[in-house]
């Protein structure tokens, strides 16, 4: 096995924990994200384990996208299992939406379209400190409905902040429906590229294309990059995929169970 081949095997194995993590934190309380928590595993995996470093910072500004962020800090040893177990539960600090001082997150997600600002203004800093620290922002596609998403993209660009990657999760659902249904926001690249970014679109499902992806983004010079991940929801439970009801699933213990050993057999027929 080649060292690529290895690292991309660690990875996709970081991402089957990460999925079963975040499995097991809906079946807590029976309820949770479980959609974007599934789609976005293999993103978590390469960025919190191949692509971060000392001095990087990652902004969730889709607060509800956080169990995926949580289930990469248990791999990480930031969190028990049986605390994440009570994620959404009263009194647990393992919120649907975390708060700033969370361990692991920089900013209170979870009202749509601000995190991008918060964003730019962090990676402007890193550069008026001389720091090589980059800043990732995380986004859904249904947050860039927000017009201050596009003020950020475009202060952005206007201070050509090359050490700031957009992730945009396009997973074309929202709380309301399909996201098109709501409000269009497609072509998504060709809109960021108008704003001053270098954009392309990514399958955030194979690790290989997202380390090269990444690789492309760290070797931009002179203006922000972003990456539009053509996520697809429930990733990994054939049962969950692509399903409209994968936004918020409430469930009893036995589906969490079922789709578990879905997730289970499925990464047992990849190997």
């Known amino acids: ?25 809906c079946r807590g309380r029976g309820q949770g994200y479980a959609g974007q928590g599934l789609s976005l595993a293999d993103l978590m995996a390469v ?24 289930a990469a800090l248990h791999e990480q040893g930031v969190y028990e299992l049986e605390e994440l177990e009570t994620y959404g539960m009263d009194g647990s600090r393992i919120e649907e939406s975390p708060l700033e001082g969370t361990p692991g997150f920089e900013i209170t997600g979870g ?12 990676a402007l800093g890193e550069r008026i400190k001389g720091s090589d620290g980059r800043v990732y922002c995380i986004v859904s596609d249904g947050e860039l409905q ?6 950020a993209a475009m202060a952005a660009s206007h201070h050509g902040l090359d ?4 992730l945009v999760d396009n997973n074309r ?16 690249p060709a809109k960021l590229v108008a704003f001053g970014f270098a954009a392309r679109r990514v399958d955030p499902h194979s690790i290989p294309e997202l380390r090269a992806a990444f690789e492309e983004a760290r070797s931009t010079a002179g203006r922000p990059s972003a990456l539009v991940c053509e996520t697809v929801p429930g990733r990994g439970v054939p049962s969950f995929e692509a399903s409209q009801r994968v936004h918020y699933v409430r469930a009893p213990r036995e589906v969490w169970d079922r789709a578990l050993e879905e997730l289970d057999r499925g990464e047992q027929a990849r190997r």
């Open 47 to 70: 960025l919190y384990f191949d692509e971060l470093r000392d001095h990087d910072h990652v902004v969730l500004s889709t607060g509800h996208s956080a169990i995926a962020v949580f």
């Open 1 to 25: 096995m080649t060292a690529g081949a290895q690292v991309t095997s660690t990875l996709e194995q970081r991402a089957h924990a990460i999925r079963r993590t975040v499995l097991r934190m």
């Open 163 to 166: 050490n700031l990657v957009l």
């Open 111 to 122: 009202s749509l379209g601000q995190g991008l600002s918060q964003a730019v203004g962090m």
């Open 146 to 151: 927000e017009g201050q998403v596009w003020e």
């Open 173 to 188: 659902i929202q709380a309301d429906g399909d996201t098109a249904a709501v409000m269009g926001v497609e072509p998504i």
